[in-house]
Structures are given as structure tokens and as C-alpha cells.
């Protein structure tokens, strides 16, 4: 956006930086004390960081659109447009339509003997290992186990699949050192999608193999397919392998926290809440304000890029208590946004809350203690709020 210097406080720091993104939650706390929506210079847009404020910009999406991308950089928006994640209505809801008939409650649910099945395998091989790297071992390895299967890849690719699916997210951030390899490395994992899909290497009754039918139907475009297939694979894996490293991590530091899952597994719902709330997946997507407008009483004009960022109000105290940046189970915070509003809620979260809590019920079977024996690394990357390693020790129950 170009002018005069807008009607509302701004806030200096490059919230996209490597130093901020690996300690983003102060940078959050200030932001939301400043106001309802606040200028980043270093960036060009709006951050929205308060609960209620991030809630009524996801909730609107005629006023807030996607369609324009919902990155940060020209690059990618360009690239991305027409996937459910950059489309607005009556577009979006056409792809969705078509990638979530896989995604159903009644479907998902339909996979949750095999999904527990695997997350039991995932959680005995890890015990048996003794001390693991948990991002590898478990947090990437459960959805691995369901994920490209669920998608119908074929074998050969998937050792790639994260490295992909982490530089596909950091595209989305604004110019930045990291940007021209990931989007280097992102381009591997569109070239794969699209010889996966020509090549007929996709599996049968898969959501893959469904959109093939959709072309056939006349449904959508053949361009359409890697497409949208991509647009359910990387955040589908890296979402709830980062939910997964948090769970681990928050476990291991707070061990009554443990105890009293292990005293009340009634509690394994609102445990994975909690996980997710205090430490959401992804930081947020960006929108375009579609007209002149108002959040919070601050004026921003038509045409600016808008961020609300979810993992900061996700950690609102207005919202959640003078105690926000407590891990507390029991707090079950069933009205997080980590995995969006409106709209464009995230299609998959069924799927991935099914992992994560066939996670927590493994533990719960076959683990007594939850032990770090290092530091966990951060990933740095500009939207995922996620580990590279985690070195971690179960102690079997």
C-alpha cells in the first residue's frame, strides 16, 4: 500500500525476521496492546493481534478477501491464485466442495480404528528407541502414516514431503534471505504433484484419485488437480506435525500437567485445545481489505493488506484470562482460532485432531514419563510456528 502514513499506531519490529519468528509472543503482547489493528512498516500491512478483532476479520470474508493471495509477497499470491486457500466465493466453495468430500465428519470418522491403530505403532517404536528426535520420530511420523495414503502419493517422493511442505509455507512470508531457496525447494514439491497426477501414479480411492474423477465429471479444470492437491498436502502434514511437537514439548516441561492427564484421561480433548491454542500451527494468513473499512474503531483503507494473526490471539488474556500464557489442560479452550474462522477454516482439522488424539491416547497406554534431554531447535520460517528437532525420552508405562 502507498500514501500518507495511516491513521493508526505502528510497530517497528520485523515481526518476519529470524530473530522474531523463533520468539514471537512478546512482539504479540505488544501489538495487542497498542490496538485493535496496528502498521507494520517493515512489512506493508495491518496486524490484527487481539481475539475478538482476529475473529470478526476471518468471519468476514465479502469485507476481508482471499482471492488477491493470502501471502505476503507478489511471487506467491500470483502463483497461488484460484486454490481454495487464495479464492473467494462462489469459487472457493466449488474446490472445497470437491476436496472436502474426503474431509466429512462421517468419513473421518470412518478412519479412526486405522488412525489409532497407527499412532499406537508410531508411540511403541519411539518407546523402544529411548532417547528420539520427537519432531522426527512422532510428530512427523504420525502423520506420515496417515497422510499420503489419505492423498493416494505413491511411495517413491514422500522423504521430501516436509522439507517441501515447510518451504511452501515460508513462500508465503515477504522478501526475506530465506525466500529464493524455499521457493526453489517449494517448486519440487509442484513439479512432483504435477507428474504424480499426469503419470497415473496416484492410488486408488484416494482424495487424489477423487479429483481425477472431477475433472473427468467436468467438475474443475485438469490444471486443477496437483493444484489442489498440494493445497490439502503440505499444510495437512506440517500443521499437525508442529501441534504434535508442542504437545510433546509442553508435556515434557510441565509434568503435572502430565499427571493429571494420566490421572483423568477425560481430559485428552482438552488437552489437544489447549496444545493448539497455546501453541497454534501456523502463525496466519493474510487478507485484502475489499473497500474502506474499520477494525476496532481503526480506520484502514480499501486495498491494504490485512494479517490476522491467530497465534496471538490465541494468547489474548481479554479472552482467555490474566493466565493466557499457561499451559493448563483444563481450561479446554474449544474457541480457539488456530485452525481459522469462517469461510476458510482449515477443511482438514478433523483429520489432523484425529492424529493428535490418537497421539495423546497412545501415550497415555504406553508411557509414564515425558523427559527432554536437550533443547528443542526451532524451524525458522515465516508462517509455521514449529520445531526442527525436539530430543525427547519416553519412559514406558
Known sequence: MTGPKPATPDYAADLFSDEVVSDPHPHYAALRDLGSAV???????????????VRAVLGDAETFIS???????????????????????????????????????RAVRGRADGVAEAAQRVVAAAVARGEIDAVADIAQAMPMSVVPDFIGLPTRGRERLFDWAAAALDTLGPDHPRLESAFETAGLQVQYAIDVAQGGELLPDSLAANLLTAVE??????????????????????TTAS???HLLVLLARHPEQWELLRAAPGLVTAALNETLRLESPLRGFSRIASRETEIGGMPVPAGSRVWPIVASANRDPLKWG??????????????????????????????AKLEIHAIIHALLAQVRAVELVGEPVWLVNSIANTFASVPLRLVAA
Not at 502498521?39 to 478483532?53: H, I, K, N, Q, S
Open 243 to 245: 501441534a504434535l511437537g
Open 67 to 105: 482471492g488477491e493471495g493470502v501471502g505476503f509477497n507478489r511471487i506467491v499470491n500470483d502463483l497461488t491464485k484460484g486454490n481454495t486457500l487464495n479464492s473467494d466465493n462462489p469459487e472457493h466453495d466449488h474446490l472445497r466442495s470437491i476436496v472436502a468430500s474426503e474431509l466429512t465428519p
Open 217 to 238: 465429471r467436468g467438475d474443475i479444470g485438469p490444471e486443477k488437480c496437483p493444484v489442489l492437491m498440494l493445497d490439502y498436502l503440505g499444510p495437512s502434514l506440517e
Open 39 to 53: 502498521w507494520l512498516p517493515a512489512t506493508g500491512v495491518f496486524a490484527v493481534a487481539r481475539y475478538d478483532d
Open 322 to 351: 490474566a493466565d493466557a500464557d499457561e499451559f493448563r489442560i483444563e481450561r479446554n479452550p474449544v474457541d480457539h482460532v488456530a485452525f481459522g474462522y469462517g469461510v476458510h477454516g482449515c477443511a482438514g482439522q478433523g483429520l
